[in-house]
Each structure stands twice: as C-alpha cells, then as structure tokens.
C-alpha cells in the first residue's frame, strides 16, 4: 500500500466518526455536521490575495467552509449561510483544476488553505494538495493556513502534502474560551505551533500571526509575544493591528485604539525577534 493509501484510510476513520480536532464531537461527516457545522467539504472562495504577508504575496487563497472556534470577531462565519459553493467535488480534481490555473499565474509566490478552518477538512485538503504537486511545475510552497485547533496527532499526515504553516495564536490561557470558545486552546495550540514549524523548518518560511485585540494588550499579546520569542524562535512573527469589529460585538471599538497597537509594537521590537513583521511587512 503506498504512502498516500495509508493516509487515506487512516484519515476515512478520523473523519467519520470524526476525531479531526480535539472537540472529537463524533459527527458521521459523510451525511452530519459536527460541532464545526461541517459535514463534507467545501470551496466558497478563491482568488490571487495580494494583502497577505509580503513574504508569501501575492498568495492563491482558497476558503473553506466552517470552523470548530467561535471567535466573536470572526470576519468569515456569516458569509457562509449566502456564499456560493465553488467546489464541493472531490479534491483531487480540484486540486488538477487550481494546478491548471496557476501553471499560467508565475507571479503568485504561494498557496493558501484558510478558513473558516482548513483542519477540518484536512482529507479534502491533503487530496488536492497532492494534486497540486502532482501537476504543478514549477511548484509553489502550499501552505496551511489555520487556527491550530486540530489533533496533534495529525501532523505526520499534515506535512505530506503541505509546505508551511501560517498559524494564528489569538488568545492566552484565560481568555482563550471568551475569544475562542475552546477551554483547551492554550495547550492544544501552543503544542501544535511548536511541532509544526519545527517540522516543517526547512521547506518554506514557517509564519505565526497575532492579531491584536482591543482590551487585551496586557493579558494575551503581551504574554503571547514573550512565549513565543521563548518557543517560536525561527519562525516569522507577524504582529497585526487590523482588528475590525466585522460584527458589531459589544464592548469592543470598531478598530484597535492606536496607543493600544503602539505598546504592543514597542513591546515586539524590544524582544529582538530575528523575523518580525508588523502587518505583514518585515522589519529591519
Ligand atoms: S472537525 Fe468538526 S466534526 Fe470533527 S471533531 Fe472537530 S468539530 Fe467535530
């Protein structure tokens, strides 16, 4: 049996009854939706994003469908009961279909999985990405680009078909189930940002984002940054001050307050990471 059989089959039990995140809620995802609202999988999006991180741009983002967080400033959820579904058939001829149309794009520099949250359909993703490779000459870093909330035991199947990660650590320990809904995201996350980029260090540019939350400079950003100059030490940091209040959420401004995004820089060049970038652009 090749490799890929063997990640096929294993990933066919994950996924139903689906244990692909650590909310192992069960769904038959065949025919139910779990706790992400998910049950196959599907394409709502995808376009050449010239406003990722410069390093990475432009990017061929691709969008899929659910998310196993709740984050209440989330820009992608309420899109999903109107958007249109641009794919839902199997991934490796989508994967043949976006190989087709970025063999004529030479000057997109990479490929995106976003969500919602790529992880959770992680055999969808995996087929086209092998897809992509299969087909894609020259080829481009395909990266992964996720909240981080999946089962660690899925890394060795994660990086047969992928290049990089672009993670997103959002909150610290007791904030995390306010901004994320998931009481064990600080753990989970943490873990699966250090295996990952160490994993796949030496194939692409392994990036970490933050996002700034307006009142939570000192309990999460703060903390956030010093973690992960201690434990992220090769990755891209990309400090971000583009919070937006997409749905109106109580207690919180329409954007991040300046003196807010300020310390929050200050603090990030004092801790001499040796790859920062601020909004994607990198410093130094
Ligand atoms: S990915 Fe979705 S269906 Fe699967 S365990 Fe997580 S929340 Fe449940």
Not at 4 to 31: D, H, K, M, V, W
Not at 88 to 109: E, I, M, N, P
Not at 143 to 169: E, H, K, M, Q, R
Not at 261 to 269: G, H, M, Q, V
């Amino acid at each position: 049996m090749s490799d890929r059989e063997t990640i096929r089959q294993t990933l066919a039990s994950a996924f139903s009854p689906c244990r692909l995140c650590p909310r192992a809620c069960g769904a038959a995802r065949n025919a139910a939706q779990g706790y992400c609202q998910q049950s196959s999988s599907v394409v709502y999006q995808h376009f050449i994003h010239c406003g990722e991180e410069l390093i990475i741009s432009p990017s061929f983002i691709i969008n899929m469908m659910g998310c196993n967080l709740d984050c209440p400033a989330c820009s992608e959820r309420a899109r999903w009961g109107m958007a249109r579904h641009i794919w839902s058939g199997k991934g490796c001829v989508y994967g043949d279909k976006v190989a087709s149309y970025l063999s004529g794009q030479s000057h997109v520099a990479a490929i995106e999985w976003i969500g919602g949250e790529p992880g959770i359909h992680l055999p969808f993703v995996l087929e086209a990405s092998w897809a992509i490779r299969d087909r894609l000459n020259p080829a481009l870093p395909v990266y992964l680009n996720t909240n981080g909330y999946y089962d660690a035991s899925l890394l060795p199947f994660i990086i047969s078909g992928l290049d990089g990660f672009v993670f997103d650590l959002k909150a610290c320990h007791h904030c995390a189930p306010t901004l994320t809904g998931a009481a064990d995201y600080w753990p989970v996350v943490t873990q699966n940002i250090v295996q990952g980029t160490e994993a796949l260090a030496d194939r692409a540019p392994q990036i970490v984002r933050h996002l700034i939350m307006p009142g939570h400079v000192e309990c999460c950003t703060e903390p956030i940054l010093r973690w992960l100059r201690a434990h992220v030490p090769e990755a891209w940091i990309n400090l971000m001050t583009t919070f937006q209040n997409f749905n109106r959420c109580e207690g919180y401004p329409e954007t991040l307050p300046r003196t807010e995004a300020d310390c929050a820089i200050a603090l990030a060049r004092s801790l001499m990471f040796p790859r920062l970038m601020i909004d994607g652009v990198p410093e130094g």
